[in-house]
Every structure is written in structure tokens, then in C-alpha cells.
């Protein structure tokens, strides 16, 4: 039969064949055989086939155990993944893709993203969190070769923070405090307009106007920028007035007394 088929692939499996033969009762019953003995005519091996026989020949690619790892949570393909040699964490997100999709990308959780591993040592998971804006700049775990089984989660903005988000004012201002982010257009201006007292000019004359600060996380590393900027000309609708601002911005606004003292 082999002979018959144009004989073997180069990575045929030569340690088994099987052969699933249907009985009389029509069930099926499994022949394990030597595919190499039956190839060189051992007759316990190269048995005689029967009407409806069927034969498997397995390549050895087939015998290599495969490991997979996966990924989960706000990707546009999630799932398991064929572990590959040298595969990093870098390699996985992107297979999975969406972040070069700009608006998929904003609705993504960056400041952290989750790798759950299986410790070698006692078969516990661990989970190594990750910034998961630094790993798509190819930075901080980008290059960790991944391991078998090893699961990825990744969380959009609204599983983290919800529906609701907030900046917040403090300071020489007359009501501090956080409020809530209206999606896409509120202003540097809009803000310190809500905490009021800028029109009040007995009030506004004991506010230091030349240096306000506008403090931002970086959204790639976590870390805090600080953004000076002129209050008087944001209160004239100039400047900086109409910097849009973001989840967890943060403005202080300081007095006279503050930054010049008593005299």
C-alpha cells in the first residue's frame, strides 16, 4: 500500500502506523503497528489489509509536543498562540493585535497590564505586572522571553476606571477638589473656571498669576510631568486656556502670599 502511495514523506514516523479496521459488527478496532518493521517485511508488522481499512502515517512534526501560551482581555485577538522559540511578551501583544489601531489603542488600560506564570518551583501562579504603554515602545518587559503556559491579560480604560473619570484642582482656588472629565473637550480654562473666585477681583489680586502648574502622568512611564503655565493668560482665554485635559490631571494654583510671602 505504501509502495502504492509513492512511498513515504521524508519525516514519516517510523516507530508506528496505525491501522483502524471496521469489524464485522461494524465497530472499529485499532491496529498498532511498526512502521519501519513492516517497511522491511516483518510479517507481524506488515500485516494484509482488508476492504475499508484505514491507514495513519504520522510525520514526525506531529510527535513534537507543543506548548502554547495565551492572551486575553482588550485585544482584537485574543486566545492561545503557538509558543515559538525566543518569543517575547512584545511578540504576543502584537500578534494579538489592534495597537496600531490609534482609537482602540485610547480605549486600552496602559499604566499596567498583567503576565500570569506558572512557578517551575512549586506549580503556583504568579502574577508579574507590567506597564503595558512601555512594552508597545518596545521598553520594560518588551523583551521577556516568554514559557509555557505563560497568560497574558490586558484591561480597557473602562474596566479599570469606569465610566467616570476625574481631574482635580487644589490650592489657592475657593473650591478644590476632583471633578468629573467630560470626554474629549474639557479645557484647562473650563476647570479653573469651576472652581471659581477668578472674578471676584479682590480674591483674584491675592492669586499668584504668572506660574500656575498643570501635573500629568506620562502615559508611557508612569511618571509625573510637571506643566508650568501663565494663570493670568488662561484666565484671559489665552495661553494654555484651551489645552484639553486628561484622566488624573491635576492643577495647582498658588497665592501671592504663597510664592512672594508677607512682603
Same mark, same amino acid.
Given at each position: 500500500?505504501?509502495?502504492?502511495? #509513492?512511498?513515504?514523506?521524508?519525516?514519516?514516523?517510523?516507530?508506528r502506523v496505525d491501522?483502524?479496521?471496521?469489524?464485522?459488527?461494524?465497530?472499529?478496532?485499532?491496529?498498532?503497528?511498526?512502521? @519501519?518493521?513492516?517497511?522491511?517485511?516483518?510479517?507481524?508488522?506488515?500485516?494484509?489489509?482488508?476492504?475499508?481499512?484505514?491507514?495513519?502515517?504520522?510525520?514526525?512534526?506531529?510527535?513534537?509536543?507543543?506548548?502554547?501560551?495565551?492572551?486575553?482581555?482588550?485585544?482584537?485577538?485574543?486566545?492561545?498562540?503557538?509558543?515559538?522559540?525566543?518569543?517575547?511578551?512584545? #511578540?504576543?501583544?502584537?500578534?494579538?493585535?489592534?495597537?496600531?489601531?490609534?482609537?482602540?489603542?485610547?480605549?486600552?488600560?496602559?499604566?499596567?497590564?498583567?503576565?500570569?506564570?506558572?512557578?517551575? #518551583?512549586?506549580?503556583?501562579?504568579?502574577?508579574?505586572?507590567?506597564?503595558?504603554?512601555?512594552?508597545?515602545?518596545?521598553?520594560?518587559?518588551?523583551?521577556? %522571553?516568554?514559557?509555557?503556559?505563560?497568560?497574558?491579560?490586558?484591561?480597557?480604560?473602562?474596566?479599570?476606571?469606569?465610566d467616570t473619570r476625574?481631574?482635580?484642582?487644589?490650592?489657592?482656588?475657593?473650591?478644590?477638589?476632583?471633578?468629573?472629565?467630560?470626554?474629549?473637550?474639557?479645557?484647562?480654562?473650563?476647570?479653573?473656571?469651576?472652581?471659581?473666585?477668578?472674578?471676584?477681583?479682590?480674591?483674584?489680586?491675592?492669586?499668584?498669576?504668572?506660574?500656575?502648574?498643570?501635573?500629568?502622568?506620562?502615559?508611557?512611564?508612569?511618571?509625573?510631568?510637571?506643566?508650568?503655565?501663565?494663570?493670568?493668560?488662561?484666565?484671559?482665554?489665552?495661553?494654555?486656556?484651551?489645552?484639553?485635559?486628561?484622566?488624573?490631571?491635576? %492643577?495647582?494654583?498658588?497665592?501671592?502670599? @504663597?510664592?512672594?510671602?508677607?512682603?
Amino acid at each position: 500500500m505504501i509502495n502504492k502511495a #509513492d512511498g513515504l514523506l521524508g519525516d514519516a514516523y517510523l516507530d508506528r502506523v496505525d491501522v483502524v479496521r471496521i469489524k464485522s459488527d461494524f465497530t472499529e478496532e485499532l491496529l498498532k503497528l511498526d512502521l @519501519e518493521q513492516a517497511i522491511s517485511g516483518n510479517q507481524d508488522h506488515d500485516i494484509l489489509l482488508q476492504g475499508l481499512d484505514q491507514i495513519r502515517v504520522y510525520g514526525m512534526t506531529e510527535m513534537v509536543p507543543k506548548t502554547y501560551v495565551s492572551i486575553a482581555g482588550h485585544v482584537k485577538r485574543s486566545g492561545r498562540y503557538l509558543l515559538q522559540e525566543n518569543m517575547t511578551l512584545y #511578540d504576543l501583544i502584537f500578534k494579538a493585535g489592534g495597537f496600531v489601531d490609534e482609537e482602540f489603542k485610547k480605549r486600552t488600560y496602559l499604566k499596567r497590564a498583567e503576565l500570569v506564570r506558572i512557578n517551575e #518551583d512549586n506549580d503556583e501562579k504568579e502574577i508579574i505586572p507590567f506597564n503595558l504603554g512601555l512594552v508597545l515602545s518596545k521598553q520594560g518587559l518588551s523583551n521577556t %522571553v516568554l514559557r509555557t503556559d505563560d497568560a497574558v491579560r490586558i484591561y480597557s480604560v473602562l474596566e479599570i476606571e469606569g465610566d467616570t473619570r476625574y481631574v482635580s484642582i487644589s490650592g489657592h482656588v475657593k473650591r478644590p477638589g476632583r471633578y468629573e472629565l467630560f470626554e474629549g473637550n474639557m479645557t484647562l480654562y473650563d476647570l479653573i473656571f469651576k472652581t471659581g473666585g477668578f472674578t471676584d477681583q479682590e480674591y483674584k489680586k491675592r492669586t499668584y498669576l504668572k506660574r500656575a502648574e498643570l501635573v500629568r502622568v506620562n502615559e508611557d512611564n508612569d511618571e509625573k510631568e510637571i506643566i508650568p503655565f501663565n494663570l493670568g493668560l488662561v484666565l484671559d482665554k489665552q495661553g494654555m486656556a484651551n489645552s484639553v485635559l486628561r484622566t488624573d490631571d491635576a %492643577v495647582r494654583i498658588y497665592s501671592v502670599l @504663597e510664592i512672594e510671602g508677607d512682603t
